[in-house]
């Protein structure tokens, strides 16, 4: 049965937040890299709208 699990599922509890801290800081690096430039933009055309 554990033969089934995925590593991140055995793994102690210091790995798993690590693990996630690594996952989240990926997640925010992409959304930086690939959506900041059109939030900022956003944000100006809805300044310039008010």
Partial sequence: MTDLLDAAE???RE???AL???RLR???R???E???L???IKRIVDL???
């Fill in 10 to 12: 055995r793994i102690g």
């Fill in 15 to 17: 790995e798993l937040e």
């Fill in 20 to 22: 996630q801290l690594e």
């Fill in 26 to 28: 990926a997640t925010l």
């Fill in 30 to 32: 992409h959304a930086y």
């Fill in 34 to 36: 690939n959506v900041g």
């Fill in 38 to 40: 059109v939030g900022k």
């Fill in 48 to 50: 310039r709208e008010k």
